[in-house]
């Protein structure tokens, strides 16, 4: 109730948008609600608001390209440790390739939370990665794993551009994702994908038959995997379409038009003199900690959400916005 008596007061001052990182169905917006910011694939929007057709994956960095180095690893993988992320069915897999015989190599990166309760996380990971895997298999097989004070945060955008561009084929197990930035970036960077053939919200949304295959079914994804290696120069991953699609360099021009539109539609002036359009990608999923979100740098939010939470730093915010 609070919270949207504030939010209520902030819309006098701004029209405000929704983005939507999570497969969702939206019914019914908050008064406060103008538009949503949202690609086809992750939200439907279904209460007449505007739908910006857009989210953070669109503002990849443009870091995130292939520069055409030569391949160190087999496969890569990029998630949290959510149990959605179904790392388990993908040691599963690794452990039947490495049963035939076949010593792929492999980096897995899982970017932590600060707090993992186990009913929503995989905390057996570490404990599961030395049981299933020998030690001379982990020499093949490496798990990078953030601290949880960290996150996401301690792993650059230039890193996780580097480690794409050193591998061949690039999988997530998930069943429902959102956006799913991670597979939107190992494209600009020119990997194939292989993902699970239903599944949901925007992982699939720019995957065709010549830059992914797809398994139908968890106990033939290593097969999916193995194919997808020994082919991987087969594919055809076209970076122009993924570039217009994907890159901030393209999407900011795309997204001033969104916006010219939204504003002619609501009957106000746009002036269309944006601000803070660096680092999309991150912005708006409010995972960005620049110096400028003074609200967010302290230690207790430092690497945490940089969304304004709580009424108190609601008002240091909107008592910011015109000083």
């Known amino acids: 109730m609070l919270y949207n008596k504030l ?14 990182g999570w497969k969702s169905d939206v019914k019914t917006s908050p008064g406060w609600v103008s538009f949503h910011m949202a690609a086809p694939g992750t939200a439907n929007i279904l209460d007449g608001k505007t739908q910006v057709p857009l989210n953070s994956a669109n503002f990849t960095p443009k870091v995130m390209k292939n520069k055409n180095y030569s391949k160190i690893w087999d496969l890569i993988s990029v998630s949290k440790s959510a149990k959605g992320k179904n790392i ?24 932590s939370n600060l707090k993992e309760p186990s009913n929503r996380h995989y905390t057996d990971i570490l404990y599961d990665y030395n049981t299933i895997f020998s030690e001379a298999e982990r020499e093949n097989f490496v798990l990078i794993k953030t601290d949880p004070e960290t996150g996401f945060k301690g792993l650059s955008t230039n890193f996780l551009a580097d480690l794409m561009n050193l591998s061949k084929v690039f999988t997530l197990f998930s069943q429902v994702e959102g956006e799913s930035r991670a597979i939107k970036e190992a494209q600009l960077c020119g990997l194939p994908v292989v993902v699970k053939s239903d599944l949901m919200g925007g992982g699939r949304d720019y995957l065709n038959g010549d830059n992914s295959m797809l398994f139908s079914e968890y106990s033939d994804a290593s097969k999916t995997i193995l194919e997808a290696i020994n082919n991987v120069d087969c594919f055809k991953v076209n970076q122009n379409d993924m570039d217009d699609s994907l890159s901030e360099e393209e999407n900011i021009s795309k997204l001033d038009n969104h916006l010219k539109s939204l504003f002619s539609k609501l009957g106000l002036n746009y002036s269309g003199d944006l601000i803070n359009t660096d680092s999309l990608a991150r912005r708006l999923p409010a995972h960005y900690n620049g110096h400028d979100i003074y609200w967010a740098n302290s230690k207790k939010y430092q690497f945490r959400t940089t969304d304004i939470i709580g009424p108190r730093i609601f008002y240091k915010f909107y008592n910011g916005i015109d000083s």
């Not at 388990?88 to 970017?111: C, H, M, P, Q, W």
């Open 7 to 20: 939010m209520m007061k902030l819309s006098h001052k701004y029209v405000i948008g929704v983005h939507w």
């Open 88 to 111: 388990d069915k993908l040691f599963t897999s690794i452990r039947e390739i490495y049963d035939l015989g076949i010593n792929i190599k492999v980096v897995l990166v899982v970017a």
